[in-house]
């Protein structure tokens, strides 16, 4: 069975540029979530979707993080515009449901340099 | 809010010898306990799940213990080997079934 994909795996941006992260969950999986894990930090939930509903966007910076899951499948997060302090590696993670039962299988992660 | 602490930041053993993680946790009303290996540029890999009801799991060299009522976890790790060396995250499931994950312990084994 294949993992959870993301691409690109390192981007170097400077400040005030815009960025994209690239995640395909694992086939059937309904829930999909992006975290941001600071270095030297545990990561930290930024979305929840269902499906291609929003479950949760609580901790996502709206006025300039977005994120979309069209059809359900692949979903796409974006940066507009980024500062400094969005360095910073995106977790993108899927579970079967978004159950308190289920376990999430996490992709290999997107490493953020923002200059 | 829900805080998870794990102690010590950094660990450094030789090998063969066992290790100790410690993971706590401030509100005991959990629904379960997961604990994640992460290795440098790569995601997390989970290594062991306990639910709210259980005690312990255990798998291979790997075993979780889980005291609800004290807000601690604690993963040992049995006969160390240079290949488990990495960073180890807990990270507990909340009444919103959101993960919330300590900062890790980043574990190095001696050869």
């Known amino acids: 069975e294949a993992g959870v994909a993301q691409s690109p795996r390192y981007k170097i941006i400077e400040k005030r540029q815009s960025v994209a992260f690239w995640c395909n969950p694992i086939?059937?999986?309904?829930?999909l979530y992006w975290y941001q894990q600071i270095l030297g930090q545990g990561p930290k939930l930024l979305i929840q979707?269902?499906?291609?509903?929003?479950?949760?966007d609580s901790q996502l910076p709206k006025d300039r993080f977005s994120a979309e899951r069209l059809k359900g499948v692949d979903s796409t997060l974006k940066i507009q515009p980024a500062k400094l302090e969005d360095s910073a590696v995106y977790l993108c993670?899927?579970?079967?449901?978004?159950?308190?039962?289920?376990?999430?299988?996490f992709g290999p992660g997107t490493r953020l340099t923002v200059l | 809010k829900q805080e998870v602490t794990q102690i010590p930041a950094a660990l450094s053993v030789p090998e063969g010898e066992n290790l100790v993680l410690n993971c706590s946790f401030t509100?005991?009303?959990?629904?379960?306990l997961q604990w994640f290996r992460q290795d440098p540029g790569k995601g997390l890999t989970s290594l062991l799940l306990?639910?709210?009801?259980?005690r312990e799991q255990t798998s291979g060299r790997l075993n979780a213990s889980l005291d609800k009522s004290s807000g601690r976890s604690t993963l040992y790790i049995a006969a160390s080997q240079p290949g488990d060396s990495a960073t180890y995250l807990c990270?507990?499931?909340?009444?919103?079934?959101?993960?919330?994950f300590g900062a890790g312990t980043t574990v190095t084994v001696r050869a």
């Open positions: 979707f269902q499906n291609n509903g929003v479950v949760d």
């Open positions: 086939s059937g999986h309904a829930t």
């Open positions: 990270a507990v499931r909340l009444g919103d079934y959101k993960l919330s």
């Open positions: 993670a899927s579970s079967s449901t978004g159950g308190k039962w289920n376990e999430q299988f």
């Open positions: 509100d005991s009303a959990i629904y379960n």
């Open positions: 306990i639910q709210s009801s259980q």
